[in-house]
């Protein structure tokens, strides 16, 4: 095969595949970080190893869960070196409808944020699983690849977040603790 084909084939891939990928690898180093500016180094660096590995892309089964376990990888190790400081998820990651009655839209704001607030005091790996299942729209089976968990684990977290965050939820609906 021509040389020249080859390249733009790779770089047809990278930009239908991978670049695209972007703003879902940001938000998870910024997860993890804290830190924009830190978070977008990662996410380039994580473009970079993407690109290296350009001859195994047939190899991967799941290109997204590759990067994505990249970023994770990296965002832990840069977030080990330095003490990682403690932004929380904030609600303007979520899409909000806007509604009729601007108290029901202030209601429904006051509850968006107390489930990002409840997220956030998830032990990490089942806020990793929540968020990745919940605002990413991840299946279980990238999320297991992401995470290198079965599948089976990715569920019982992802219960169990849940789980805590009804039940954190529903008391603070009902008597506002």
Same mark, same amino acid.
């Given at each position: 095969?021509?040389?020249?084909?080859?390249?733009?084939?790779?770089?047809?891939?990278?930009?239908?595949?991978?670049?695209?990928?972007?703003?879902?690898?940001? *938000?998870?180093?910024? &997860?993890?970080?804290?830190?924009?500016?830190?978070?977008?180094?990662?996410?380039? @660096?994580?473009?970079?190893?993407? #690109?290296?590995?350009?001859?195994? #892309?047939?190899?991967? @089964?799941?290109? +997204?869960?590759?990067?994505?376990?990249?970023? &994770?990888?990296?965002?832990?190790?840069?977030?080990?070196?330095?003490?990682?400081?403690?932004?929380?998820?904030?609600?303007?990651?979520? +899409?909000?409808?806007?509604?009729?009655?601007?108290?029901?839209?202030?209601?429904?704001?006051?509850?968006?944020?107390?489930?990002?607030?409840?997220?956030?005091?998830?032990?990490?790996?089942? *806020?990793?699983?929540?968020?990745?299942? @919940?605002? +990413?729209?991840?299946?279980?089976?990238?999320?297991?690849?992401?995470?290198?968990?079965?599948?089976?684990?990715?569920?019982?977290?992802?219960?169990?977040?849940?789980?805590?965050?009804?039940?954190?939820?529903?008391?603070?609906?009902?008597?506002?603790?």
């Amino acid at each position: 095969m021509n040389p020249s084909l080859i390249i733009e084939t790779h770089e047809k891939f990278f930009r239908d595949n991978i670049l695209p990928l972007k703003d879902k690898l940001f *938000r998870m180093a910024l &997860r993890i970080t804290f830190d924009r500016a830190e978070s977008e180094d990662i996410v380039q @660096d994580t473009m970079i190893r993407a #690109w290296d590995k350009r001859e195994e #892309w047939q190899t991967i @089964d799941s290109i +997204e869960a590759f990067c994505m376990t990249v970023c &994770r990888n990296l965002a832990i190790d840069r977030s080990q070196k330095v003490e990682a400081k403690n932004l929380e998820l904030t609600p303007e990651i979520s +899409e909000q409808k806007e509604t009729a009655d601007p108290d029901d839209r202030l209601a429904s704001d006051e509850r968006v944020e107390i489930i990002y607030k409840l997220m956030n005091q998830l032990p990490p790996p089942q *806020r990793e699983i929540m968020e990745l299942r @919940d605002i +990413e729209g991840m299946s279980y089976k990238e999320i297991s690849k992401v995470l290198n968990l079965s599948e089976e684990q990715v569920k019982v977290y992802l219960f169990r977040a849940r789980q805590k965050i009804k039940k954190s939820f529903t008391n603070i609906d009902n008597y506002g603790l």
